[in-house]
């Protein structure tokens, strides 16, 4: 329930928010609960006028907001947060129906939410004086892109959100956010929230199917994409986007792997690697998707996962002490299960857990935590993402051949190293082939630090002040002294 002189808001219906106003459309989806395959409330259906109107409530707004002094901007940006706050509960409901990821995660993303506009609030890019010299300065200054769209995916809906939302607006620019069509009620609800604080159609938000992203990412009024999915939804993004010359921004897939050393403590790593690899039901871009673990230690960690693994509660997300929710949506279940055959047909050897396709916890989209014991190195459970419960477990026992491996991968996403040998942990670190390297943790994020990958796992970055820099333009301005 809102609070301290937020306005109410009524979670029981979903609109567009066009040029500061509730929209329904004529049509509408019914995106399912995937813990009940029940459906969830009716959202809007947006088409191509939509659109159109959208995009030119943005550049109109847009003229105006880039005025607005950035300190002012950012205490918006900080009033924002607070009402998305002051409403986290009732967010984060939404985020179970919708995902079904358990209610404390989901309470969980919803604060990094928050967060992301109280943090990314306090970023400043002063001008950089290139040359001081009093007959010639030179002066390197960023300016607002323009209107930008930000695709949000399903797996993480408000902190993927909220983490295009915050940069975007800081810099002057107006924003369209498209949704998952699986998982578009926070969103929805976070841009209404934020209304009361910004002019109209500085902030948007339209839901729609699958046809709604191409009319976004080749519409002549956008200036700037910013998508966060898999990798070959990417690369469709930027082939529509080069017919505009937009600027774009990927954050895509990954096939993280995780080298652990021989001088680890099997019972305390064990856990913490299971972990990482199954948050979300392993649906996250940075989860750890390769173990390669040193053989004099592999036999003991293995055990430690299984005996940690065979402990974590499979259910509904509203349920208590439930650790792994299901398969967030249909066709991410379709690709789960035919991973599962895969390794079924191929006579994988299975650690723990099965190739069930459900695990009969209820009928939604549950999947079994399995752990697929040192596969082929070629094999599909090791090559591709899995996005699921399912990670394999690998054997190493050279140093240059583990990080070798680790980086025979087109993704470049993430990757660690755990170890209590700090000289071993940076030497590894130094040479593995990512954007994001972690000893002794992994997936630890933040909006302060630049995000991105390497390889086929994105261009640019989100977050840090390499993050925000990406939604403006470089300008540089010569200023010879008249005579």
Known sequence: MASNGIPPVDFSKFFNVIDGKLESTEKTLRPLNPSTLEENPPVPLSTQQDVDRAVAAAKKAQEAWREVPWAERADILRKIGDAVAANLDELAKLVTKENGKPLMFAKIEMAAGADNFHKIANFTIPENVVDADPEHTVITRYTPIGVAVGIVPWNFPVALGTGKIAPALLTGNAIIIKPSPFTPYSALKIVEI???????????????????????????????????????????VMRSASKTLKRVTLELGGNDPAIVCPDVDPAEVGPKLATFALLNSGQICVAIKRMYIHESVYDAVLKAMVDYVNTLKVGDGFEENVFLGPIANGPQFERVKNLLEDIQSTKLKIATGGT????????????????????????RIVADEPFAPIFPTLKWSDEADVIRRANDSIYGLGASVWTNDTTQAKRIASKLQAGNVWINEHANLSPTSAFGGHKHSGIGTEWGIEGVKGWCNTQTIYHKARP
């Open 194 to 236: 934020a209304q009361p604080f910004l002019p109209p159609g500085v902030l948007q938000v339209l839901s729609g199917d699958d046809s709604l992203g191409p009319i976004l990412t080749e519409h002549e009024g956008i200036d700037k994409i910013s998508f966060t999915g898999s990798t070959a939804t990417g690369k469709a």
């Open 356 to 379: 069930a396709a459900h695990n009969g916890s209820g009928k939604g989209y549950f999947v079994t935590p399995t752990i697929i014991d040192n596969p082929p190195e070629d094999s």
